[in-house]
């Protein structure tokens, strides 16, 4: 009777040792998956005379039947700007669903009204999109994971800004849950946005404010490694010797063309990109995809 008794306890501890072996390691894997470094760190990396690259502001602005944040517009842009990079805003529904919104309303944007968190996803199916001219399209509000799997599928790198109603941590478990951490760039406005963002995904490339020295400064002095930078370094146009500072660590910068001088372009010459692009700009994140591209010579 004792002997089969020891048998069956030494049974049951073997049995739990295999257990807690096996649930160690998947725990490893997970950790190790979510630890390693996206590519966009490698291929972000600043080299003198790279290629500029065109972010595209809200997925694609002013583009006539192309709403903002739509898939259909990226495709549109991507097939013939194949090296752009698509800046979008995530938001958050009624019933928790990330999807693709700029505002917090659907007025300017869809054939809906009121606020985005007053209505669940499905509700929201019975709007359409419109464009900037306000022409409706067929188009809707896409989910998220919907655009991470399309990008993935294209190869085509989004950087998410995340809209004040999303936890950073909700985006960033989305992104982990698609496996799209390769085609993912966060998008921080300020140095303690940028800090919680790189302890949560510290396998992720993030846009960082670099307005100025101090903020450089800031950033040189924090816990994050500058090979998970990108610079924005704002909507002016900054010294050019403050352009090569940034980029002798490695970082590439980002120059916000949206408005002003987007406008000072289209008025004054295209060849303007082709300026601040000698000046140090390697990112113009434009509302003039087509333009900007077609001076810097990276379309099709």
Known sequence: ?????????????????????????????????????????????????????????????????????????????????????????????????????????????TTGTGKLTDYTYQELQAFYLEDDFENQTSFKIPLFSSVLKWAKANKVVLTVDIKRSVAVETVIDAIRAEKAEDVCVIITYDLKQAEKAYKLAPELLLSVSARNEKELDWLLHSNIPTENMLAFTGTRLSADTFYKKVQSYGIKTILGTLGNLDKQAEAKGENLYKVWQNKGIDVFATDRPFAAAKALGVTK
């Open 1 to 109: 009777m004792h002997k089969q008794l020891y048998f069956i306890l030494l049974f049951v501890l073997v049995v739990s040792c295999k257990k807690n072996v096996s649930e160690a390691s998947t725990t490893n894997e997970v950790v190790q998956e979510s630890n390693k470094k996206s590519v966009l760190i490698k291929t972000f990396k600043y080299q003198p005379n790279a290629d500029a690259i065109i972010s595209v502001h809200r997925g694609g602005k002013s583009i006539a039947n192309y709403p903002e944040n739509a898939i259909e517009t990226l495709a549109y842009v991507y097939n013939r700007i194949p090296t752009a990079i698509f800046e979008i805003d995530v938001a958050k529904t009624k019933d928790n669903q990330l999807v693709l919104l700029h505002d917090n309303t659907l007025d300017r944007t």
